[in-house]
């Protein structure tokens, strides 16, 4: 049963890589803005990920993806104004979280 779980933990893990890099495909540059119709796919991946972080033991990046999930949909609820760029501290959020995924990609099973 442990080992089954240990895999199931293995390839969630494993997992982060790739949802670094769709959250990296529709988040755009920090000095930019999302493309309004990107928004609610980026508002799904968080919530997915805000969700399945806490339960593969990586609460950090559950809470990360949850705060930024409710920061997304604060600041524009049915996508941004044309042109509103996103304030710094979201789009410096978003790119830490970017590399924490893909930094506990690289290590091992959560302790």
Known sequence: MTEAIDQL???YRASLADKAAELESLWP???SSPA???VPALRQLLHKLAGSAGS???AEIGAQA???EQWLSAWGSSGPRPGAKPPLRMSQ???ELIERLR???G???PG
Do not use: I, S, V
Request: without cysteine; proline residues 4%; aromatic residues 12%.
């Open 93 to 95: 959020a978003f790119l």
């Open 107 to 109: 290590d091992a099973l």
């Open 56 to 58: 593969y033991g990586y």
């Open 36 to 38: 309004r119709d990107r």
């Open 29 to 31: 540059l920090p000095t």
């Open 9 to 11: 933990h293995e390839r």
């Open 103 to 105: 930094r506990t990609a």
């Open 66 to 68: 949850r705060l930024l």
